[in-house]
């Protein structure tokens, strides 16, 4: 599949969406050359180029509810929500093994999306990039407010999202004329501006590209969502997203909500895959 890109939106734990539908694509053995993704898109790509299904599900549903995954106590223990070396360094040496091998062995380009605080703009890691405890994920996935900034290779780096929500224009750039997209929110979805500017000003003022950044996502998120509409209309892109109402927060907790979820990407994939190879 030569210029076919895979475009993985974040979500925090919505992407147990994007998880059902990279599982399908696994069963078929369907994998794309090119795959760009952003905080929770990236990290449940990581697991697809791994070629290790029912690996995301182990990983998140299966330790959802361990305090070290995401609580309060992290926060406060180590100003990250997300237990950061618990999910990126603890669960793929000890509990859940990552294949390291097979995903540097894989063909193709991985991009991982984050947003480089003192630019306000997006920064693409690429595989050789991932580092020994997946410090480009960590800063990929790193969310404003609770997660502190990743210094990583000279950088210092927040959520990808804030800066390139779903990273399709970058897809493009480099070549890609025809693109799956999944998204994580329903049809119709359009972005509000947020509640806490004044938090945000406060906790970022050194990083007034940052704050500006952050202020405009919304803008941005929804004039990306009319393009991905065009392109749709053109025949240049297909996108898979939740066809029913969406019953899961960015912080979910309940595994039984997670793996419903899970199973409607899943489904919706199944049911679009017939039109995906006859696209791709």
């Known amino acids: 599949m030569e210029n076919v890109g895979l475009v993985l939106e974040g979500g925090g734990m919505r992407g147990l969406y994007t998880c059902g539908?990279?599982?399908?694509?696994?069963?078929?053995?369907?994998?794309?050359?090119y795959v760009i993704g952003v905080s929770a898109g990236a990290c449940n790509?990581?697991?697809?180029?791994?070629?290790?299904?029912?690996?995301?599900?182990?990983v998140i549903i299966g330790f959802v509810k361990d305090w070290r995954y995401m609580s309060l106590r992290n926060l406060i223990l180590g100003k990250s929500y997300f237990g950061m070396d618990f999910i990126f360094d603890e669960i793929p040496n000890k509990h859940v093994?990552?294949?390291?091998?097979?995903?540097?062995k894989s063909p193709g380009v991985f991009l991982v999306g984050a947003t480089d605080c003192r630019s306000g703009k997006p920064i693409y890691l690429n595989k050789d990039d991932l580092g020994e405890q997946f410090q480009a994920l960590r800063a990929s996935a790193s969310l404003p407010m609770i997660s502190p900034i990743?210094?990583?290779?000279?950088?210092?780096?927040?959520d990808g999202g804030l800066s390139d929500s779903i990273p399709i224009r970058k897809s493009i750039q480099d070549g890609n004329t025809k693109n799956v997209i999944v998204l994580t929110r329903n049809k119709g979805y359009r972005k509000r501006p947020g509640k806490f500017n004044v938090l945000l000003k406060l906790n970022y003022r050194?990083?007034?590209?940052?704050?500006?950044?952050?202020?405009n996502r919304y803008k941005n998120y929804n004039k990306t969502l009319d393009y991905i509409?065009?392109?749709?209309?053109?025949?240049?892109?297909?996108?898979?997203?939740?066809?029913?109402?969406?019953?899961?927060?960015?912080?979910?907790?309940?595994?039984?909500?997670?793996?419903?979820?899970?199973?409607?990407?899943?489904?919706?994939?199944?049911?679009?895959?017939?039109?995906i190879m006859e696209f791709v």
């Open 97 to 104: 093994s990552f294949d390291f091998e097979t995903f540097y």
């Open 45 to 58: 790509a990581a697991s697809y180029i791994s070629r290790q299904q029912r690996r995301n599900e182990k």
């Open 206 to 215: 050194n990083y007034p590209l940052l704050i500006e950044t952050m202020l």
């Open 229 to 275: 509409e065009e392109l749709e209309s053109e025949g240049k892109a297909i996108v898979i997203r939740p066809t029913k109402e969406l019953e899961v927060g960015r912080l979910e907790k309940d595994p039984q909500k997670l793996r419903k979820l899970l199973d409607q990407g899943y489904e919706d994939t199944k049911s679009s895959y017939e039109r």
């Open 150 to 158: 990743v210094n990583y290779r000279g950088y210092e780096l927040l």
């Open 21 to 33: 539908v990279l599982e399908y694509f696994m069963e078929k053995d369907l994998y794309f050359n």
